[in-house]
């Protein structure tokens, strides 16, 4: 086993800069993949991602909307599904579904110079919104903040909603 893990290790070495960066998307989709069962009776699951410590960039709903006024070319970003974006979502949100087949490949598209405050539903400490945040992180993003309650908190702050 040490052997193939040896000749494995030496084969990517080899392989140029862009197939490298490609085979490391390519794993991140994969964990993405697997992190995303979720079981029919709504019991959450262990991930394979990591949690993102988030404290420091957590901001609760009054801040975030103080802080999108603020910040021109901030970018929303929802990662909720398309079902609960379409009941209402923050105004000029962008939605990357976190369990869409395409969810890594979106996110690595993103401008990485921007500055993005993520959320999904509720914010949970081991949530969508913050394995997101870890994976952008790990993309090296610079400029993201957290939505600590997520799209719930956003509602019941009394915050701007768009509705169908």
């Given at each position: 086993m040490t052997n193939f893990l040896t000749q494995l290790f030496s084969f990517y070495l080899t392989m140029n800069k862009t197939f490298r960066q490609l085979t490391v998307v390519g794993f991140l989709s994969l964990a993405c993949i697997a992190a995303q069962h979720r079981p029919a009776d709504g019991t959450q699951q262990a991930s394979f991602l990591p949690v993102f410590d988030t404290i420091g960039t957590d901001l609760n709903a009054k801040q975030a909307g103080q802080f999108?006024?603020?910040?021109?070319?901030?970018?929303?970003?929802?990662?909720?599904?398309?079902?609960?974006?379409?009941?209402?979502?923050?105004?000029?949100?962008?939605?990357?579904?976190?369990?869409?087949?395409?969810?890594?490949?979106?996110?690595?598209?993103?401008?990485?110079?921007?500055?993005?405050?993520?959320?999904?539903?509720?914010?949970?400490?081991?949530?969508?919104?913050?394995?997101?945040?870890?994976?952008?992180?790990?993309?090296?993003?610079?400029?993201?903040?957290?939505?600590?309650?997520?799209?719930?908190?956003?509602?019941?702050?009394?915050?701007?909603?768009?509705?169908?």
């Open positions: 999108i006024e603020a910040t021109p070319g901030l970018v929303v970003l929802d990662v909720r599904t398309p079902e609960e974006y379409t009941m209402g979502h923050i105004r000029e949100a962008t939605n990357i579904n976190f369990y869409g087949a395409k969810f890594v490949n979106q996110l690595v598209t993103l401008d990485r110079s921007k500055t993005y405050v993520v959320h999904c539903a509720a914010g949970l400490a081991n949530g969508r919104s913050r394995k997101t945040v870890a994976l952008m992180d790990s993309l090296g993003f610079k400029n993201i903040r957290h939505l600590n309650g997520g799209f719930t908190s956003w509602q019941q702050a009394g915050q701007p909603i768009i509705k169908p």
